[in-house]
């Protein structure tokens, strides 16, 4: 069945919730959206300045006719693909409404990983530091300084968006324990020295042959740069692992999320760079997604 935008703007006067959740699923799903139900609840909450559960409050209520136009549009921008995180500007993340914006590489839920992987390891530190390299939209950082008041935070990107997205959410988030966010091309602009306890990263590592072959969500609406790691995916990582030892105190950690079939390649990255010990985390598809490298 091919469905038109004309429908949901046109031929009824008026529209209640449930029937235009179904309708836009519907939609949705034709268009090739991979989740159009929790789309189609997630971009009518925002329209209706509520939440998902607060739609089930009104679903019997018909749309204004403002609202109707305000969702419109934002499944029209739905239907070309551009992802429900840039359009309703925030993504959850470790229970954060973290906000994002174009330009930002929107959290994703692998990511947690990474975050348990640091908390975990902090468990032992009563006080220390931590250095994420590589910010991106603050998801990780946010979530760092949520869980970890004694621990003296800095993140690290290098592009302007990314570390003023970062600010914006540390800001939001109002949180006594905060970071430093300063501008560095990976380790370049950090003093150099042994001085964090723990480096963690999640860099751009997807392989540029495969970047034509991802979503377009990811492929026309993500920054690139956040993504691409360059031919095998493992330029940015070569680097992080090579120089992370320099600024890592005796016993300091390296944690870093890598993509699919990396971690071999990875490992020997951090033999041959002098760490001594690897450990690997799976993802929930049972995929390693984070290795631990200890100096
Ligand atoms: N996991 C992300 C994705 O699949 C990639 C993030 C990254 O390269 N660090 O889109």
Redesign the pocket.
């Known amino acids: 069945m091919m469905l038109s935008m004309k429908k949901l703007s046109s031929e009824k006067t008026t529209w209640k919730v449930r029937e235009v959740i179904k309708w836009t699923t519907d939609y949705l799903g034709e268009k090739g959206c991979q989740s159009p139900r929790l789309d189609a609840e997630l971009l009518l909450a925002h329209a209706l300045k509520t939440d998902r559960l607060g739609l089930y409050l009104v679903f019997d209520q018909p749309l204004s006719q403002r609202e109707r136009l305000i969702y419109r549009e934002l499944v029209r921008r739905r239907a070309s693909r551009e992802p429900v995180a840039l359009l309703v500007g925030k993504k959850e993340f470790w229970s954060l409404d973290i906000m994002v914006r174009s330009g930002v590489?929107v959290p994703?839920p692998?990511?947690e990983i990474l975050v348990e992987v640091v908390l975990e390891e902090c468990k032992r530190l009563t006080d220390g530091s931590l250095l994420e390299v590589g910010c991106g939209s603050g998801a990780v950082i946010c979530a760092l300084c949520r869980e970890l008041p004694n621990v003296t935070a800095y993140a690290t990107d290098i592009s302007a968006e990314a570390l003023q997205n970062t600010v914006a959410n540390l800001a939001l988030m109002n949180n006594p324990q905060s970071a430093s966010i300063f501008a560095s091309d990976l380790f370049e602009s950090v003093r150099n020295g042994p001085i964090f306890d723990i480096i963690l990263s999640?860099?751009?590592?997807?392989p540029s042959n495969s970047i034509p072959q991802?979503e377009p969500e990811?492929r026309v609406f993500?920054p690139k740069s956040?993504?691409?790691?360059g031919p095998e995916?493992l330029d940015i990582i070569r680097r992080l692992v090579k120089t992370s030892r320099n600024f890592l105190k005796p016993e300091g950690k390296l944690i870093i999320?890598i993509?699919d079939e990396q971690s071999e390649a990875v490992s020997d990255l951090f033999q041959t760079n002098g760490f001594s010990v690897v450990k690997d985390y799976n993802d929930l598809n049972q995929k390693i997604r984070v290795l631990k490298g200890i100096i």
């Open positions: 590489l994703r692998e990511t999640n860099p751009p590592y997807i991802l990811i993500e956040a993504l691409d790691g995916g999320e993509g």
